[in-house]
């Protein structure tokens, strides 16, 4: 890796505009029980620099399992899936209690946010998380994410938050997802077996040789850096790098994103908004299409506008909110893809109409684009 390509991945995080934060279980617990509610202060007062430099920042925290042993007076982490849920869902209340008090002290107000895998393989609830963190995140809210673990039984088994906060840095297409955990970054070897181990500052988040290094955790039943890496992998596919740092280094996060060089850096092999819009592309398959009128299709190609409803003429093909539809011109030919706010009845009943008529005709209104244009690309 050429020093310009250091410098270029270290860029990344000092532009980033929209960050996925997400801080492990080895980090948030000293000993695997309880949570260390003084580190989690100090997280806190570095999200909350962030944010008052304008930097949107979602957090996904663990912490749910370790929180809820406390409370239950437990001393051991179970090893049975059901004992796990419960803690977690005990701990979880004490998790967002942690949080919303720290943020209070900088007028922030959080949101929690339990998710499954599934919600974020699912098209329509995909859509949904997604308006709805958007939401919050545009309301100055800091969502505090974590696994919906009573519903869940893998994850919970395999501790796996990473793969969460790549999913979660996919939905939102972040620029930037950091993993904060017990170790300064990505080592050649677990530096808990290997005391000459060496920190990796740079690489490609598709490089294979950094599978081969990552082992699992030091703890039984959690992801290591195993995950870590694979997170980093998927983050990339929409354009977002992935830091792996210390979270007990002090200041981390306002030196991370002031571009000081820490922990493991592993940056998208393409730029990211190429990254993102292939992503988007070939997420789905098509289900329908949308023709456009001369002006929408010119918006779209010359501006980059969203598709609202009244630039469309027709619909065809079934299709639910949320699945991929192709826009084409009054020829046929392709104009752009994009996922859709509106199933194929509703768009019917509201294409070529004002958005402010959307609620009138169809009593609700899902949003006021038929397709919005981070969701739309341009073919
Ligand atoms: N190559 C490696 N470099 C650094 N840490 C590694 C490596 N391989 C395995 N690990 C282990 O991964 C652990 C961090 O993962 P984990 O315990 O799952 O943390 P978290 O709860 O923060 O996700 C480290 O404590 C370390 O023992
Ligand atoms: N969701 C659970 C476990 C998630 C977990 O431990 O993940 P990780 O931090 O990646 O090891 C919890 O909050 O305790």
């Given at each position: ?25 080895a980090?948030?617990t000293n000993d695997g029980r309880g949570?260390d ?29 370790a ?10 982490r ?141 703890t ?160």
């Amino acid at each position: 890796m050429t020093l310009e390509d250091q410098r270029g991945g270290r860029d990344a995080l000092r532009d980033a505009r929209r960050v996925v934060v997400k801080v492990g279980s080895a980090l948030l617990t000293n000993d695997g029980r309880g949570l260390d509610e003084a580190a989690i202060g100090g997280w806190v007062d570095q999200i909350a620099a962030l944010h008052r430099r304008g930097i949107e920042v979602v957090l996904v925290s663990s912490g749910a399992v370790a929180a809820g042993m406390v409370r239950l007076g437990w001393q051991m982490r179970p090893s049975a899936v059901y004992e796990l849920q419960a803690a977690a869902a005990v701990g979880q209340n004490g998790l967002t209690q942690c949080y919303e008090h720290h943020f209070a002290r900088h007028d922030l107000l959080t949101a929690q946010v339990l998710l499954t895998h599934d919600d974020l393989s699912n098209r329509k609830r995909y859509l949904n998380a997604r308006s709805a963190l958007r939401t919050l995140v545009d309301l100055r809210v800091v969502p505090v994410v974590n696994e919906n673990d009573t519903v869940v039984t893998d994850e919970i088994r395999f501790g796996d938050n990473d793969t969460l906060g790549a999913l979660v840095a996919n939905l939102l297409e972040a620029d930037a997802l950091v993993i904060l955990t017990d170790q300064e970054g990505l080592f050649d070897a677990d530096p808990r077996h290997h005391s000459a181990a060496r920190l990796i500052h740079e690489g490609r988040a598709d490089d294979p040789s950094f599978v081969a290094m990552a082992g699992g955790s030091g703890t039984l039943g959690r992801g290591g850096m195993a995950t870590k890496v694979r997170a980093a992998r998927l983050a990339a596919r929409s354009g977002a790098c992935t830091a792996i740092a210390s979270g007990r280094q002090s200041e981390v996060l306002t030196r991370l994103f002031d571009g000081e060089r820490l922990g493991t850096l592993l940056s998208p092999d393409q730029a990211p908004m190429a990254a993102r819009k292939r992503w988007l592309a070939g997420q789905l398959q098509v289900r329908g299409s949308l023709t456009l009128d001369a002006g929408a299709v010119k918006v779209l190609r010359d501006r980059g506008s969203s598709l609202l409803p009244v630039g469309v003429k027709a619909v065809s093909g079934s299709f639910v909110r949320g699945d991929m539809v192709l826009c084409i011109d009054e020829h046929g030919e392709r104009v752009a893809k994009g996922l859709v706010n509106y199933g194929a009845e509703d768009a019917r009943q509201i294409q070529g109409q004002p958005s402010h008529q959307i609620e009138a005709i169809l009593g609700f209104m899902e949003a006021p684009e038929l397709i919005h244009r981070d969701n739309l690309v341009v073919l």
